[in-house]
């Protein structure tokens, strides 16, 4: 169920017409919330990027994005 409300929220961000800045923010912090939710590792760990897979595809995708 959460997965599917920050895959909800990244969606909205990336159809908004927010600026840019304002797009940057918002994913730099929906990653964090994903971050926290999840407990995703500061390292990369592959054992638990492979066991969560859909959370780390879509973690991967915003994490890309915010960096543009």
Not at 21 to 36: C, G, P, Y
């Amino acid at each position: 169920m959460m997965l599917k409300y920050y895959t909800k929220r990244y969606e909205v961000i990336m159809q908004g017409t927010y600026p840019a800045n304002r797009k940057k923010i918002m994913l730099a912090t929906l990653a964090s919330d994903i971050e926290k939710a999840y407990a995703i590792p500061m390292q990369r760990d592959p054992a638990w990027e492979q066991k969560n897979e859909e959370i780390f595809s879509l973690y991967s995708q915003v994490s890309a994005r915010k960096d543009m």
